[in-house]
């Protein structure tokens, strides 16, 4: 599995991997929604394409879920696979490239588990190694 879910009294505290910070990151989104609903039950019939930018990585893994939320909130859209093809660093910052892939919520279909409020930075955490990258943070329910 590529996310757990972490002790927390109050919110959601997930802690995402991957071998690279784009499966991080991937696995990161995967997390958040399946806080709200099972996504092997939500069905990648609508692609969308996603830009996030970042004056470093947690607020680009911060930018990356917010933008992954609005699109759930504005659109109703629940998203079950997520591909980040590029993540680049400039001296402005970074900035994240990607393709999601859901459909429309439908609460016959889609069971709702708990709903997702924003993203925190508190407890936000990176840690990246040769072989693994792991990043934590909690989710306001």
Not at 15 to 40: P, S
Not at 58 to 85: T, V
Request: aromatic content about 10%; hydrophobic content about 40%.
């Amino acid at each position: 599995m590529g996310f757990r879910f972490l002790e927390h009294t109050a919110d959601v505290y997930v802690a995402a991997y991957g071998e690279t910070l784009a499966e991080a990151f991937e696995n990161a989104a995967l997390a958040m929604f399946e806080t709200m609903t099972d996504t092997e039950n939500v069905k990648p019939t609508i692609r969308k394409t996603v830009e996030a930018e970042g004056f470093d990585k947690q607020s680009l893994l911060y930018n990356w879920l917010e933008k992954l939320l609005l699109i759930f909130e504005l659109d109703n859209l629940l998203l079950s696979r997520f591909k980040i093809h590029t993540i680049s660093e400039s001296d402005k910052g970074f900035k994240l490239e990607a393709e999601v892939h859901g459909e429309p919520f439908n609460p016959k279909k889609h069971r709702q588990k708990v709903g997702v409020k924003s993203i925190t930075y508190h407890r936000m955490e990176i840690h990246e190694t040769p072989k693994k990258t792991t990043v934590k943070f909690i989710l306001d329910i």
